[in-house]
């Protein structure tokens, strides 16, 4: 079982509230993911579940227990960091059974409980190695064997792929969604990349200043955001926003449109304007046109589109994926 509950948990550093009154459950063996830009508080509410900060007021229950006041080592939970933190004269094994070993648990069970690990994280072969023997992708799944082996109530992982380069944070982007499927264990993320966060999670906590803005599927949060902030955040490349007239043509403050919703004509169009970039990347061409009365909006155009630095295009809005908000950045249903 791993069912947490935040009730009305606040954080405060002095005078300074990082975390205003939140309100949160993480289901039992759902994958969460906490997103946001740098300083939104994911991080900081992840270690305050993990009981590595206290509390300032409300309460966290894990598996219907109170454990606001319970240290960290005993609350059932498993922390995996950005840094390793592997022991650089140990082997895997030692490094994965470590844990296990500083409970006193019995060496048959520690040794079972390695192998089962290792062989999840594909790992067996490299159980004699010290970690400058190991690629960093293979250094985080053992920082991940060590964290299994605890069969911990949920799994928590802060950013733990920032120090792995792009195709390596591929490779365990899928690792890591394997391994939440094999084990169904509840697993909480915490990342910045908005990318990790749609192509991993069941749901999404989007995060700023503290705040929760909204929780949902990744689908949820990209086909109906509930304000702005959520709109630009999720999806890549970012939501255009347009103020003024086109937006007050559908009685709004701002309209919202994503790149890929835009359709792209050399002949004709509701809007025209010339282009001022272009990324060929051969499954899709990106195009950055300014406009006149919109600013340069960002297009994504199919396949290996033909336009040129220059050259005059014509746009149209898909009318069912336009989003609309208020003055106060709220989405308008």
């Known amino acids: 079982m791993g069912n947490i509950k935040l009730v009305n948990v606040t954080k405060r550093f002095g005078d300074t509230e990082v975390i205003p009154p939140i309100d949160l ?6 994958f969460l993911v906490f997103v946001g830009p740098s300083g939104c508080g994911k991080s900081t509410l992840l270690r305050l579940i993990a009981g590595l900060e206290d509390v300032t007021s409300g ?3 894990i598996n219907g227990r109170d454990a606001t006041e319970i240290p960290p080592a005993k609350r059932g939970l498993a922390m995996v960091f950005q840094s390793y933190a592997l022991y650089p004269h140990m ?6 059974a470590f844990p296990l070993k500083m409970a006193g648990m019995d060496k048959t069970e520690i040794d079972k409980r390695v192998g089962m690990a290792a ?3 594909n790992l067996t072969e490299y159980l004699h190695r010290r970690p400058k023997e190991l690629s960093g992708g293979q250094r ?3 920082a991940i064997g060590r964290a299994i082996v605890r069969e911990p109530a949920a799994f928590l992982f802060d950013e733990p792929l920032s120090n792995l380069d792009a195709a390596l944070r591929v490779n365990m982007r899928l690792e890591i969604s394997d391994l939440h499927h094999n084990l169904k ?3 909480i993320y915490v990342t910045h990349d908005q990318v990790e966060a749609i192509t991993m999670a069941d749901r999404i906590v989007v995060l700023n200043k503290g705040r929760i803005e909204q929780v949902g599927s990744p689908l949820e949060l990209y086909r109906t ?3 702005k902030f959520v709109a630009g955040f999720i999806g890549s490349p970012k939501m255009n926003f347009i103020n003024g007239g086109e937006a007050a043509k559908r009685n709004a403050d701002s309209m919202g449109i994503r790149p890929e919703h835009i359709f792209v004509s050399k002949d004709s169009g509701e809007w025209q304007g010339r282009v001022r970039a272009v990324e060929h990347l051969g499954s899709d061409t990106y195009l950055f046109v300014k406009t006149e009365g919109s600013g340069t909006l960002t297009v994504r155009a199919p396949g290996e589109f033909d336009v040129d630095y220059g050259d005059t295009i014509h746009l149209t809005p898909d009318p069912s994926k336009i989003h609309l908000f208020n003055n106060a950045g709220e989405a308008i249903r």
């Open 25 to 30: 459950e993480i289901r039992n063996g759902e």
């Open 59 to 61: 309460k966290i229950e």
């Open 91 to 96: 082997s895997v094994r030692r490094n994965i």
């Open 119 to 121: 062989q999840v994280l």
């Open 140 to 142: 985080q799944r053992v």
């Open 185 to 187: 264990t509840t697993m």
């Open 225 to 227: 955001p509930s304000n």
